[in-house]
Nanobody, 114 residues
Framework: QVQLVESGGGLVQVGGSLRLSCAAS????????FGWYRQTPRKQRELVAI???????YLSDSVKGRFTISRDNAKNTVHLQMNSLKPEDTAVYYC????????WGHGTQVTVSS
C-alpha cells in the first residue's frame, strides 16, 4: 500500500507560479512511476507529467516549457513546478503513483485567475 498526500495548491494570477508537492508513505520502494494528473468538471482526468524510476519524464504538450517535474527519492516526494500559469491550468491536481498498483492522492485545487 502507498499513501499520497499533496500540498501546494492555491490561487494565483495569470503568469504566476506554484509548486505542488506529493509525499508518499508506505511501500514506497515499489513505486516505479510518480506523477500528476488534473481534472476539471468538464473534462476527463488528464495526465500532466510523470517521472519513471529509470528517469524518463513525460510532460503533456499543454504544459511543456512551463511545468517541470522532479523526484526526491530520499524523501519519497515528487514536485511539480508550474510557471507561466494560464486560466486553463485551473483544475484539481492529483498525485499518482504506480507501485505497481495505481494509487491516487486526494487532490489539491489550483485556480489561476485572470
Amino acid at each position: 500500500q502507498v499513501q499520497l498526500v499533496e500540498s501546494g495548491g492555491g490561487l494565483v494570477q495569470v503568469g504566476g507560479s506554484l509548486r505542488l508537492s506529493c509525499a508518499a508513505s508506505g511501500s514506497t520502494f515499489s513505486i516505479n512511476a510518480f506523477g500528476w494528473y488534473r481534472q476539471t468538471p468538464r473534462k476527463q482526468r488528464e495526465l500532466v507529467a510523470i517521472i519513471r524510476s529509470v528517469g524518463r519524464i513525460y510532460l503533456s504538450d499543454s504544459v511543456k516549457g512551463r511545468f517541470t517535474i522532479s523526484r526526491d527519492n530520499a524523501k519519497n516526494t515528487v514536485h511539480l513546478q508550474m510557471n507561466s500559469l494560464k486560466p486553463e491550468d485551473t483544475a484539481v491536481y492529483y498525485c499518482y503513483a504506480e507501485a505497481p498498483s495505481v494509487y491516487w492522492g486526494h487532490g489539491t485545487q489550483v485556480t489561476v485567475s485572470s
